[in-house]
């Protein structure tokens, strides 16, 4: 019977995060794991606690850093399996070169590289259910816990033991005064890729005759890039323009001066933390209501909830009469980053003690 590692009396922490092993990890990340991942690592280093980071290379970390090179060109099956091994080999060595107290996983792929028994794992579960090809019940290492990041995403989840509480993602609520004098464009900030359905916000912009900025990343998968050449290229012209990946300060910047964020996803979203920084930069968000967008987003009061790209169109022409300030009130309420952080150390301190961390209440489906 295997036995989890319990933590020494050091009221230190030591955790590990690893990173989804095809895509760089920092506060300038396209992926809001790799964000939330930047900002946990940032967290316990100002704590005091010791921080490590596993990620692929090009990475960013507070902590100390290790990164593995990603393959080069497309990214296929036969290429994640070697990649897979590689990634495990250098998890295991980091956990018995550093002893971390947690080891935190947040790839998608996180069954491929579980480090072996002896250090409880944590696993967040960023993406939605079908987006994880494992089978949840037949995850029996032990000593090895999973959460959710919102309830919408929670109740799409089978019941499952080790099913945790959800922890709700934050972000930095840093402006406390709306932009008095707002661009006349819209933004579009999302990974390109088909269930981003990005194509409909370069439609929906050029309906309501504003001009749209496109940050984001095509990712090295075929279909990533299929998508982009066929649906989101064609649609581009001088007033819908792509800018690619964009860093932390731009991105805020624009969205502060932006008309509203558009986010015609057909994903469901586990939580958006793009439409979180939209409305903590008092700038509403106009979403079809995939998943937790439909939660987050309150319809006619920080932005409306649209069902095609004729209401999107509409939703952008509406955008002016939604008040910033209420953007701004509902994202300190609902999005605070502290609230995040601290909710993650309490569970890290659980873990690292061998406390059984209180299981909230799943849900009864099943997959």
Not at 66 to 88: C, F, M, N, Q, W
Not at 109 to 138: E, I, N, Q, S, W
Not at 183 to 205: F, Q, W
Request: charged share 20%; aromatic share 8%; proline share 8%.
């Amino acid at each position: 019977m295997h036995r989890c590692r319990t933590g020494s009396p050091d009221t230190r922490l030591a955790v590990l995060n690893v990173a989804f092993p095809f895509a760089p990890a920092g506060p300038d990340a396209v992926g809001g794991a790799e964000q939330i991942l930047s900002r946990l690592d940032h967290a316990l280093v100002e704590a005091g606690h010791r921080s490590f980071v596993l990620a692929a290379d090009g990475s960013r970390a507070r902590g100390v850093l290790t990164e593995l090179a990603r393959p080069k060109g497309l990214i296929d099956d036969s290429v994640r399996v070697g990649h897979y091994r590689r990634y495990a080999g250098v998890l295991n060595a980091l956990v018995r070169r550093h002893r971390p107290d947690v080891v935190h996983l947040h790839g998608v792929d996180f069954d491929r590289y579980l480090p072996d028994p002896g250090v409880p794992v944590l696993v967040t579960l960023h993406l939605p259910y079908t987006f994880y090809h494992v089978d949840f019940k037949a995850v029996t290492r032990p000593c090895t816990y999973l959460h959710c990041v919102s309830e919408p995403q929670r109740a799409t989840f089978p019941a499952l033991p080790n099913l945790l509480p959800t922890i709700e993602n934050g972000v930095p609520l840093t402006v406390t005064t709306p932009c008095l004098h707002r661009d006349a464009y819209v933004v579009c900030l999302s990974r390109i890729a088909p269930e981003k359905n990005i194509h409909a916000a370069l439609e929906a912009a050029k309906a309501a005759g504003v001009p749209l900025l496109l940050g984001g990343e095509v990712y090295p998968y075929r279909e990533h890039q299929k998508y982009f050449e066929e649906k989101v290229a064609p649609r581009l012209d001088e007033h819908r323009r792509f800018l690619g990946p964009l860093d932390g300060a731009t991105k805020f910047s624009l969205l502060r001066r932006a008309r509203c964020l558009l986010q015609p996803s057909l994903a469901a979203e586990t939580s958006s933390l793009v439409a979180m920084e939209a409305l903590a930069s008092g700038t509403p968000v106009v979403a079809y209501p995939s998943g937790a967008l439909a939660t987050l987003i309150e319809h006619g009061h920080t932005g409306f909830l649209v069902r095609n790209v004729e209401e999107m169109a509409e939703g952008i022409r509406r955008a002016g009469r939604i008040d910033p300030a209420a953007c701004l009130a509902a994202a300190a309420a609902r999005f605070d980053l502290t609230r995040m952080i601290r909710r993650y150390f309490e569970t890290y301190t659980n873990l690292a003690n061998g406390m059984e961390t209180p299981h909230g209440p799943a849900s009864d489906k099943d997959p």
